[in-house]
Structure formats: structure tokens, C-alpha cells
């Protein structure tokens, strides 16, 4: 199993931009699928975005197309998250999350979350 470890949450003003970085040890990090949830206070967790095992292809929320881009390094084995053109809307606990597939993507392990906060 991966065990994940997710930095770089924070408070931003409306417009601006963080990156999140998630941490994974485990030696088969690269032959999993990877991606991001989250929840904002009061709703149901979400998809934000995916990425595949080799980094050759990703998938978005429609609500963060556009602004936000994950990538991953598999020498650092870490994945990242990109999140530029922040709303308050995209305020929420970000989950960093493992997936042996990608096509039908189901977290195997989560992340403990961080916290971003888009003020207005």
C-alpha cells in the first residue's frame, strides 16, 4: 500500500495560486494512478483531478479545467497540484489518493488532507 503525505495548503487571497505537493512512499508509486479530492465544509467529497501511472494522461473536474493542472515526478515520487486563478468556492480540505487503475479510478489509499482557504 502507499502512504501518502500531502503539503502546501494555505490561505490565498481570490486570484491567486498554491501548489500542493503529496509525498508517496512505497516502492510501486509508480505503477499506480493518482489524484486529488477534496471537501469543503458542509458538502460531500469530490473529485478534483487525476493523473495516470506514467504521467502521460490527465483528467479534471469541470469546475477546476482550466486553473488547475496535476503533474507528477516519479523520482521524487510525488504528484503535485497546480491551482491557479483560486475562487473561494475552491476553499475545502485537498485528499492527496492512490489508484491501482486510472480508466475507473478508486482511491486505495488516502492522504490525512490539508487545508486551502480562498478568501474574497
Known amino acids: 500500500q502507499v502512504q501518502l503525505v500531502e503539503s502546501g495548503g494555505g490561505l490565498v487571497q481570490s486570484g491567486g495560486s498554491l501548489r500542493l505537493s503529496c509525498a508517496a512512499s512505497?516502492?510501486?508509486?509508480?505503477?499506480?494512478?493518482m489524484g486529488w479530492f477534496r471537501q469543503a465544509p458542509g458538502k460531500e467529497r469530490e473529485f478534483v483531478a487525476a493523473?495516470?501511472?506514467?504521467?502521460?494522461?490527465?483528467v479534471y473536474a469541470d469546475s477546476v479545467k482550466g486553473r488547475f493542472t496535476i503533474s507528477r515526478d516519479k523520482a521524487k515520487n510525488t504528484v503535485y497540484l497546480q491551482m491557479n486563478s483560486l475562487k473561494p468556492e475552491d476553499t475545502a480540505v485537498y485528499y492527496c489518493?492512490?489508484?491501482?487503475?486510472?480508466?475507473?479510478?478508486?482511491?486505495?489509499?488516502w492522504g490525512q488532507g490539508t487545508q486551502v482557504t480562498v478568501s474574497s
Open positions: 489518493t492512490a489508484s491501482r487503475t486510472y480508466s475507473d479510478y478508486r482511491p486505495a489509499s
Open positions: 512505497g516502492r510501486t508509486f509508480n505503477t499506480y494512478a
Open positions: 493523473i495516470n501511472w506514467n504521467g502521460g494522461s490527465s
